[in-house]
């Protein structure tokens, strides 16, 4: 060795940037509610890694009350681990005992919140991590508005068909569900369907004389796909993809299916 030299310097790591949004299924102020929360990573998770949500300390975050809609894979018979604490400034859920989620698909979860008694914007940390530190992150507001609810809801029915056709006639399928969790849209990174069986057997209309089948969320927001399948003697199978820049939780989903 000819020469060597020591140096002292201070290196700042900087966490990296996710991408995300949060859904509300409402905007109650002193009441639990489901928030979901749509996540496009920066570095893909492996099952040392954990995700941390970071909210004003005036919150309530449940432990044990956070489910995976999609995005993350969990060991066979293992359960998510959803665990809370609280300092003199925040409130946080750390959820871990997944074995992966990849930048190549987007992570959604919901977990249960109890609100303040406030009306304001909140900021709500999101961020990821191991043993180590954060390693990215970003931050989404939580809106709560004069309004007072709760997570209690009165459904009827399942699916409710809106138009009659007589017998032998022609007309468009109309349904109505009522959903009781978040719905993501289908895009390159989420995907949400329904999937019917109509009995008996519906054949598909004749496309030269009643034109292609066509499918429509709220009367005109457009699936992105429709899949007709009447090749089972007893019953059709129906698949209809969400729309592209719309994604559904709650209220009522009213769906045409028509030519």
């Known amino acids: 060795m000819l020469e060597e030299i020591t140096l002292q310097m201070t290196v700042n790591i900087v966490a990296g940037g996710l991408t995300g949004t949060l859904s509300q299924e409402n905007n109650f102020i002193k009441a639990k509610a489901r928030y979901s929360f749509s996540i496009g990573l920066q570095n893909s998770l492996v099952s040392t890694n954990f995700i941390d949500l970071k909210f004003d300390s005036s919150w309530i975050l449940y432990a044990d009350e956070c489910s995976v809609i999609t995005g993350i894979t969990i060991a066979a018979g293992q359960t998510l681990s959803c665990k809370n604490r609280t300092d003199s400034t925040h409130t946080y859920l750390r959820i871990s005992n997944f074995e992966s989620a990849s930048v190549a698909s987007q992570l959604v979860f919901n977990t249960y919140v109890g609100s303040p008694d406030a009306v304001g914007t909140y900021p709500v940390e999101v961020s990821t991590g191991n043993s180590n530190g954060i390693m990215d992150k970003f931050t989404v507001n939580a809106v709560l508005n004069a309004t007072y609810g709760t997570l209690d809801m009165l459904s009827i029915n399942a699916i409710t068909g809106n138009s009659k056709v007589p017998v032998g006639k022609t007309g468009p399928l109309e ?61 059709t199978y129906v698949e209809i993809k969400t729309p592209l820049t719309n994604e559904f939780q709650f209220s009522e989903i009213p769906i045409t299916i028509t030519t």
């Open 175 to 235: 349904m109505t569900f009522f959903l009781n969790y978040l719905l993501p849209q289908t895009n390159v990174l989420t995907e949400g369907k329904f999937e019917l069986k109509i009995f008996p057997r519906i054949p598909l209309p004749d496309s030269a004389t009643n034109g292609v089948l066509k499918c429509f969320f709220f009367n005109d927001i457009p699936a992105q796909s429709i899949t007709w399948d009447d090749t089972n003697a007893t019953y």
